[in-house]
């Protein structure tokens, strides 16, 4: 992703830091919120997981021609000790390992062999729980190997896609660290310089950095793990090894922002699905975001975007302000209606955000009716992202 001019002037002004932290942001005021930058880090969750069967080449390929920077791929490990790309620990929710193997309850991946995990279609699951988004190819789709999810992403570069590997349940597999890194290495993947390791255990990103120091490590965090912690200092003392971040999205506010920036740490918030959430996350400055809808936030952030919702003001009976910012020169369309889907009596007009106006735009509409209400709606070019509201006209000067 191209950088805006600001965050270019930003980053030069720190050269003393190594190259990999030149993309973090200066701290804000607690009252700013950050220009966004284009530098953001889109991460396709499980891959293009809302459009295909998460964890497969599929979903990872559909990811890719989304323009992600990132796949995610997460690990678990089988019986004869193979890497393979799956979320759960069970085979249950996205393969037909009931239907092939009625006998084996619970169906733990650490009880079966590669071979046998092979037999499995790891898409019809996706067919029958999302009709709308089903197709045949999927039903072919089997779950990868971590070495063949590496050469997918690799040879499959369209967008130059790095890769972001998360070890699950790593206490259940003593060794897998060792495998990961085995892998890494046999696939010319480990001095890559787009690749992340993540994972919720400390313990098994303190593994991995002692095997290969030079790995950004993101720790993840899940709703309860900050509890009772002072966030600065949590943030403190996992710089040590971390890199950045990768907490639920819930927990992600400027505070939690500055801490990790102030400890040069990246924060990558999961699982962020709608366009009104990443353009939150955006505006408070987080440097990427996990998404199962890839094509979205890239939508985002390769197009002119309003930043800073749209507000009305000075109604009267017949008129009323509005008002929105963006992120950089645009054209706004404004648009507004007594009808709610504005399919009837829309009137529209656009107006430029411009540098010279800190990219703030505002619009009067005129002759609109008394005590009526108006729902407006704004948007940049052909981005699909749209802020939307409402307000009532005032009564006629002379009514009562
Ligand atoms: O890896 C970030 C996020 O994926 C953690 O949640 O459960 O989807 O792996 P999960
Ligand atoms: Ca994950």
């Not at 004869?80 to 759960?88: K, R, S, T, W």
């Amino acid at each position: 992703m191209k950088k805006n001019l600001l965050v270019c002037l930003i980053c030069l002004s720190i050269t003393a830091f190594p190259y990999s932290v030149l993309a973090l942001p200066l701290p804000s005021t607690d009252n700013d919120y950050r220009p966004i930058s284009n530098d953001i880090m889109v991460i396709a969750h499980r891959g293009a997981s809302n459009y295909g069967p998460e964890n497969t080449l599929s979903s990872y390929r559909q990811a890719i021609m989304m323009k992600a920077d990132y796949v995610e791929i997460d690990l678990q490990m089988t019986k004869d000790g193979q890497l393979i790309a799956i979320h759960d620990e069970t085979l249950t929710r996205t393969t037909n390992a009931k239907e092939i193997f009625p006998n084996r309850s619970p169906w733990r991946v650490k009880d079966f062999t590669l071979e046998e995990i092979r037999r499995l279609d790891a898409g019809s699951w996706f067919n029958k729980a999302n009709p709308k988004q089903a197709r045949v190819e999927y039903t072919k789709q089997h779950v990868p190997t971590l070495e063949e999810a590496i050469e997918c992403v690799k040879q499959y570069r369209y967008g130059n896609a790095g890769l972001y590997i998360e070890t699950k349940a790593p206490s259940v597999y003593p060794g897998m660290e060792e495998k990961v890194i085995e892998v890494l290495k046999k696939t010319n993947a480990l001095d890559d310089r787009k690749l992340f390791l993540e994972s919720f255990s400390e313990q098994s990103l303190r593994k991995l950095k002692t095997l290969e120091p030079n790995l950004k490590l993101i720790q993840l965090y899940n709703r309860n793990m900050l509890a009772g912690k002072e966030i600065d200092q949590e943030f403190k003392r996992i710089s040590d090894y971390a890199f950045g971040v990768g907490p639920y999205k819930e927990l992600v506010g400027r505070k939690l922002i500055k801490a990790a920036h102030q400890n040069y740490l990246l924060v990558h918030p999961w699982t962020v699905n709608s366009q009104n959430e990443m353009v939150s996350l955006l505006s408070i400055g987080v440097d990427g975001q996990f998404t199962n809808n890839t094509d979205r936030l890239v939508d985002l952030l390769e197009k002119p975007l309003i930043t800073h919702g749209v507000a009305n003001g000075d109604v009267t009976d017949t008129s009323v302000i509005l008002w929105t910012r963006t992120n950089r020169d645009a054209n706004v369309q404004f648009e507004i209606s007594t009808d709610r889907l504005f399919k009837t009596n829309t009137i529209a007009k656009t107006s430029h955000a411009d540098d010279k106006h800190d990219f703030i735009v505002s619009i009067e509409f005129i002759h609109l009716k008394p005590n009526t209400k108006y729902f407006y709606r704004a948007h940049v070019g052909s981005s699909k992202y749209m802020v939307t509201g409402s307000f009532r006209t005032a009564p006629a000067e002379n009514s009562r």
